[in-house]
Structure formats: C-alpha cells, structure tokens
C-alpha cells in the first residue's frame, strides 16, 4: 500500500497553499492523475496502490467522482494565488488507470479541462498494464484527448515476469501496442532490469523484443529493492537472491548501447525517445522544476515552492472531499539550500544538464575531477553545462554528492 509520507507541516483548512503565494501565471503547469487500483500487487511494487481486498470504506466505481471534487477545490485554490493555467501535460498513473472504464478517465480529464484548462497542444499520458488495453479502450481514450500511452511491459522473458508477480503474457504488449498506434498514440514501454534470477540474455531479449514493437520511447529501470515488499521478504528468507549492482550496470550498458543503435537518444538517465519530439513532457517537468498538481490519494504536489501531498488511503482522500476538505496531508515550504539540491540532483539526470553557473564556486572546482574520472562530460563543459557521461549516468547519486556536499 505504499511506502510512508514524509513528514511536514499541517495543512490549514483552507488548503495547502500559503495565502500569501502568488504564481505565474505564465509558468508551465502539469496535472497528475493518480488512479490507485490494481488487480493484484506486484511483488516488487512500493506504490500507494491497493487492491479490491485493500479498499474498505471506498469504492472504485465512484473514484471519478471524487477526484472532480478536489479539481474543483484546486482551482479554486489557484485562482486566489494568481495561477491557474492551462496544463501542458497530463499524466494518468497509478496503480493500474486503465482498470477504471474509459469513461471516467474521460470524466477526469474533462474536469480537468473545465477547472484548470488545457493547452491545445497538451501531452496527455494513460499509463496502463498490457491485459487491460484492448482496441476499443485505446478507441475511447483517444476520443476523449489521450495522446500517449505508457505500457508496463517490465520483462518479455516469461519467469523474470513470475518474479515480479507480472500477470501478463509477453504476447499481451504486442497487442496492447498495436492497439495504441491504430488510434494514432505516442507509445512508450517501460522495462525493469536486475530482477533475481535475471541473466545478461534475458535482458537482451527483453531489449530485442521491446525494440521490434517500435515504440516511440522507451523506460528501463533498475530493480530496486524497497523495505515492505514481498519481494525485500523472499530476499530477506533467502528464496531469491539481492540483485546484483555490477549485473545492473552490465544491464544499463547493453540497454544504452543498444537503444543508441537502434534510433533512439537518451534524455534522462533511465529514458530513451526517438528524437525530441518524443521524449515525455511531463517526466521533463518534474525534472525541470516546473509547476504541477497531483490529484489523487497520496499524490504529490509542487506550486510556487510549496510541497504538498495527499493523505495516502482512497477512503480517507474521498472522506475529506466528502466534508468539503482539502484532502492535503502535510505540506513543506522549500527553502534555497533544499532548492540548489534539488536543482542539482534533477537537472545533472537529463540530457541538457546542468550550467555551470548554477554551481557554487566549490562544486566548480569538483566538476574537474569529474571530468578527470570520466563521469562528465568534457565537451559538454567546455561549452559551460554539466552532462553526464554513460559512466556518470551510472554513477549519478555520487556525481550529485560531489557536487553538493
């Protein structure tokens, strides 16, 4: 049911958003959709997402219902700072969003057409679970403005997938895919590698299998064991073995290599698209800073400086919202220390990095050993930014300390 908020400051009852803020109104604005149901859970998986065992005292068919609800209340909490305006991207995540009927999906994203605005070009995201996206779901998102959809392919290697308490069948994401591009969707497919028990070959054809789909971006993350799973309990009883860190390095490599090979860059340390035009808008605005409001239990949110996230379980989020209430269960106000590191840790992951002249005059002077070690870029700093070699990009958590510390 997901990892523990952090903690922060109470939220007053008139909302999350300090009355004294004021935003621009011309800033970039995102919206996230946070759909917390699944089916089963994913061994692996630390996400606030619960299944129809888990969801006492709320109900799925009436999630839409609730989340217009705090639609409404944000925008008004966002026309008294000045700031409404149009998101630019829109991102559907979960659990699983396509367990929910196409229609309420729609039903969302019209509110939050009706209670923010949405830009004429706007990115708008659904990501689903391959079993879940059949021809006519992928008709009726696409009626209702879904641009893109990012499909939980995980592995193409049918026990890594027992492993991760994956459902589907490999053959399901052929499917699922050619479903999405009937109705003219951007396709993304997102891997994980280093699962137990996994071999340099089976990511390979993972690799292989996800390039002959052809999508138009690809995710490949590394398996990280979180405390709480069931997975982190096998591990802990000795049934599969930790994952291997030089395997998972061995794994990026080949995934690099490879993606290069085919067509597409890297713009992220763990994404790839076919070109600029492809790359995903949305995971670039939480990388850059931007604005965005995350509706839903659990979902964070970033305004102005001010953090802010909702109570985790559906039935306290739509019991707040049925009580006219924020449903916001703490919020932290960014102070500059936290923002430079912020800046830093989420600028140095992408492709354009980071300028030079956001770095102390210290972590100046740290840059050119990194440059010396092999882990920055050294044309890239000559011409006055931060980016990441492959080595680097492997390294990233040690590059950032180096130069924050």
């Given at each position: 049911?997901?990892?523990?908020?952090p903690l922060?400051?109470p939220?007053?009852?008139?909302?999350?958003?300090?009355?004294?803020l004021r935003?621009?109104?011309?800033?970039?604005?995102?919206?996230?959709?946070?759909?917390?149901?699944?089916?089963?859970?994913?061994?692996?998986?630390?996400?606030?997402?619960?299944?129809?065992?888990?969801?006492?005292?709320?109900?799925?068919?009436?999630?839409?219902?609730?989340?217009?609800?705090?639609?409404?209340l944000?925008?008004?909490?966002?026309?008294?700072?000045?700031?409404?305006?149009?998101a630019?991207?829109?991102?559907?995540?979960?659990?699983?969003?396509?367990?929910?009927?196409?229609?309420?999906?729609?039903?969302?994203?019209?509110?939050?057409?009706?209670g923010?605005?949405?830009?004429?070009?706007?990115?708008?995201?659904?990501?689903?679970?391959?079993?879940?996206?059949?021809?006519?779901?992928?008709?009726?998102?696409?009626?209702?403005?879904?641009?893109?959809?990012?499909?939980?392919?995980?592995?193409?290697?049918?026990?890594?997938?027992?492993?991760?308490?994956?459902t589907?069948?490999?053959?399901?994401?052929?499917?699922?895919?050619?479903?999405?591009?009937?109705?003219?969707?951007?396709?993304?497919?997102?891997?994980?590698?280093?699962?137990?028990?996994?071999?340099?070959?089976?990511?390979?054809?993972?690799?292989?299998?996800a390039?002959?789909?052809?999508?138009?971006?690809?995710?490949?993350?590394?398996?990280?064991?979180?405390?709480?799973?069931?997975?982190?309990?096998?591990?802990?009883?000795?049934?599969?073995?930790?994952?291997?860190?030089?395997?998972?390095?061995?794994?990026?490599?080949?995934?690099?290599?490879?993606?290069?090979?085919?067509?597409?860059?890297?713009?992220?340390?763990?994404?790839?698209?076919?070109?600029?035009?492809?790359?995903?808008?949305?995971?670039?605005?939480?990388?850059?800073?931007?604005?965005?409001?995350?509706?839903?239990?659990?979902?964070?949110?970033?305004?102005?400086?001010?953090?802010?996230?909702n109570?985790?379980?559906?039935?306290?989020?739509?019991?707040?919202?049925?009580?006219?209430?924020?449903?916001?269960?703490?919020?932290?106000?960014?102070?500059?220390?936290?923002?430079?590191?912020?800046?830093?840790?989420?600028?140095?992951?992408?492709?354009?990095?980071?300028?030079?002249?956001?770095?102390?005059?210290?972590?100046?002077?740290?840059?050119?050993?990194?440059?010396?070690?092999?882990?920055?870029?050294?044309?890239?700093?000559?011409?006055?930014?931060?980016?990441?070699?492959?080595?680097?990009?492997?390294?990233?958590?040690?590059?950032?300390?180096?130069?924050?510390?």
């Amino acid at each position: 049911m997901g990892s523990a908020l952090p903690l922060g400051e109470p939220v007053p009852i008139d909302g999350p958003l300090p009355p004294e803020l004021r935003v621009d109104p011309n800033g970039d604005f995102s919206v996230y959709l946070h759909v917390p149901f699944c089916r089963v859970r994913c061994g692996y998986c630390d996400f606030n997402t619960y299944t129809a065992t888990e969801l006492r005292g709320t109900r799925q068919d009436e999630y839409a219902d609730t989340v217009l609800r705090e639609i409404e209340l944000a925008a008004g909490l966002l026309d008294r700072a000045g700031g409404r305006r149009g998101a630019g991207t829109i991102f559907f995540g979960g659990g699983t969003p396509t367990l929910l009927p196409p229609g309420d999906l729609a039903r969302m994203l019209d509110g939050v057409r009706a209670g923010m605005g949405v830009a004429d070009d706007a990115e708008v995201t659904v990501e689903a679970n391959p079993d879940t996206v059949s021809a006519d779901v992928a008709a009726q998102l696409a009626v209702s403005g879904v641009t893109r959809m990012s499909i939980g392919m995980q592995s193409a290697v049918p026990h890594v997938l027992a492993t991760l308490d994956r459902t589907h069948r490999p053959e399901s994401v052929r499917a699922a895919v050619s479903a999405a591009r009937a109705e003219g969707l951007d396709v993304s497919v997102d891997l994980i590698y280093g699962a137990p028990g996994e071999s340099l070959d089976d990511w390979r054809r993972s690799l292989e299998v996800a390039m002959d789909l052809e999508p138009d971006h690809l995710s490949a993350y590394a398996l990280i064991i979180e405390d709480g799973t069931k997975l982190a309990r096998q591990i802990r009883r000795g049934e599969l073995p930790a994952p291997d860190d030089d395997l998972q390095a061995d794994m990026y490599e080949l995934a690099d290599e490879q993606l290069t090979v085919a067509g597409f860059e890297w713009y992220e340390v763990s994404n790839w698209a076919r070109g600029a035009a492809h790359r995903s808008r949305h995971n670039l605005a939480y990388w850059t800073g931007a604005d965005w409001w995350g509706f839903g239990p659990g979902a964070h949110s970033h305004i102005g400086g001010v953090r802010f996230w909702n109570v985790k379980h559906p039935a306290a989020y739509a019991q707040r919202l049925a009580a006219g209430e924020f449903p916001a269960a703490a919020r932290e106000v960014t102070d500059a220390a936290a923002r430079t590191l912020e800046r830093v840790l989420l600028r140095t992951r992408i492709r354009e990095g980071l300028a030079f002249a956001d770095l102390s005059e210290r972590a100046r002077g740290q840059a050119a050993a990194l440059i010396a070690d092999g882990l920055v870029d050294a044309p890239s700093a000559l011409a006055g930014r931060v980016v990441l070699t492959r080595r680097g990009r492997l390294l990233a958590d040690a590059v950032v300390r180096a130069l924050t510390d």
